[in-house]
């Protein structure tokens, strides 16, 4: 590959695989890509009707950077089915490399209970194919270059790379918590998730031998505590494990009122021995732009200063003409 990209991928290898990087991509603003932390979040909104849009870039400092745009919708229905979709795409490195996903998932949200039930438990299955590919023609390897004019675009390499692409089918399930008690100053909300269950199939870790690709699983949740009329406090947290990988963030976020149907929404949130990142949303009636910066730090940041990156997401919650909110305790950035 390139010098300097393959430098930094070695480095950034070393450095995160030992740390909490996961072979699946991720954004800050989790819960903006809500299908992508759990299944069982579909249908889990404030309205009827839910879509998200979510881009990513990071480390345009030091490299190509890498690219991660993802889409999310679902949708409530009389009969305790949701239903959703998302997709993602992530591209990385001078190779072009993408990793892509789409998925359809299912949910059943008929166990309520508690005050006029308005605690309910969700449970999801996720259905979908998951691909990868290269272009190897931009890479640029150690025997194309010599001591005197460098690299060499004429000269054939001897490393031969037998497979670029690869599609499976990918299977994923979850349930999730979620209080809508609309008169308690406190509400808890929550899940579990489990991704890849049937292990697809990874070619590009080795020629000789196809190894399964790591089951992701997810822990997520946190509380809303109504402080006023007018303020509130969110304190959350996500734990992953992919592997040997493990991934914990944790953060707090306040909102208030800023004017007239608009919503201020500000917090930080702490990817342990990875990344500072402070976000700031703004609601405006149903919509949800929510800006986040990851700052580096840990062994990442002392290795690399100065690399960071940005996130931007939107978010749209619609509803039936007359029909009110039912304001479950599920995050909006």
């Known amino acids: 590959m390139k010098r300097g990209s393959l430098l930094f991928f070695l480095l950034f290898s070393g450095l995160c695989w030992r740390a ?8 800050s603003q989790f819960y903006a890509y809500p299908l992508g932390i759990n299944p069982g979040l579909a249908g889990v909104n404030e309205g009827d009707f839910r879509a998200n849009a979510v ?4 480390w345009s ?6 690219v991660t745009k993802g889409l999310s919708a679902d949708i409530v229905t009389p009969k305790n089915l949701n239903f959703g979709i998302n997709l993602l795409d992530q591209s990385a490195g001078d190779g072009g490399y993408h990793y892509q996903h789409g998925y359809l998932t299912i949910a059943y ?8 039930d308005n605690q309910q438990i969700t449970f999801g299955i996720q259905v979908g194919a998951l691909a990868r590919k290269f272009d190897p023609s931009n890479f640029q390897f150690g025997d194309q270059w010599n001591s005197i004019s460098g690299y060499d675009p004429g000269v054939s390499s001897a490393d031969q790379l037998r497979r670029t692409s690869s599609s499976d089918l990918d299977l994923g399930a979850g349930v999730s918590y979620a209080d809508a ?11 579990i998730a489990a991704f890849h269950l049937n292990r697809p199939q990874d070619p590009f870790v080795t020629q000789s031998i196809a190894q399964s690709l790591p089951m992701r699983l997810i822990a997520h949740g946190g509380f809303q505590w109504a402080l006023t009329e007018r303020l509130s406090i969110t304190p959350q947290f996500m ?3 992919q592997g040997t990988a493990m991934e914990q963030m944790a953060g707090v976020s306040i909102r208030t009122p800023f004017a007239s149907s608009t919503d201020l929404v500000a917090g930080v ?17 149903q919509w949800v732009f929510g800006f986040a910066y ?5 062994q990442i940041g002392k290795a690399l200063p100065g690399t960071s990156s940005l996130e931007v997401s939107l978010s749209y919650t619609g509803r039936k003409a007359g029909r009110p909110i039912r304001y479950l305790s599920c995050p909006r950035f």
Do not use: C, W
């Not at 990851?294 to 840990?298: L, S």
């Open 109 to 116: 949200s008929g166990v309520r209970f508690g005050e006029d």
């Open 61 to 66: 400092q030091v490299m190509t950077p890498f």
């Open 294 to 298: 990851d700052v580096a730090a840990g």
């Open 239 to 241: 734990v992953t494990k």
């Open 181 to 191: 008690r609309e008169l308690r100053a406190l509400r808890f909300f929550g899940g």
């Open 55 to 58: 881009y990513r870039t990071q």
């Open 20 to 27: 909490i990087a996961q072979t699946d991509p991720h954004f």
């Open 269 to 285: 949130n702490y990817r342990f021995n990875d990344a500072l990142v402070p976000y700031l949303g703004i609601g405006y009636q």
